[in-house]
């Protein structure tokens, strides 16, 4: 059974900083290409940051800067560093995990930034 768990969300004041995790089972970690989403409400879910199988990663332009993604193949854990949030960060997290025709969803954890 394939299972991804994220933690790490909350309540953060403007300019600071969260890290969120994503550990995954179930999957042959180190070949998945995994990426960060995030869905605010009313918007559409956008994808914040990804890593490809071999450590390439790419940002959306608003967390570029802001945002660190990373990978540690050994705990099946994905990571995503969040640093100076804003306000428009407020949104539900998820991580994807994608290979071939395979592809796997987290259950997401809050973020909210707010003073």
């Known amino acids: 059974q394939v299972q991804l768990v994220e933690s790490g969300g909350g309540l953060v004041r403007p300019g600071g900083s969260l890290r969120l995790s994503c550990a995954a089972s179930?999957?042959?970690?180190?070949?998945?290409?995994m990426g960060w989403y995030r869905q605010a409400p009313g918007k559409q879910r956008e994808l914040v940051a990804s890593i490809t199988s071999g450590g390439t990663t790419n940002y959306v332009e608003a967390v570029k800067g802001r945002f660190t993604i990373s990978r540690d193949n050994a705990k099946n854990t994905v990571y995503l560093q969040m640093n100076s949030l804003k306000p428009e960060d407020t949104a539900v997290y998820s991580c994807n995990a994608g290979y071939w025709r395979n592809d796997y969803w987290g259950q997401g954890t809050q973020v909210t930034v707010s003073s």
């Open positions: 179930g999957i042959a970690f180190s070949i998945y290409a």
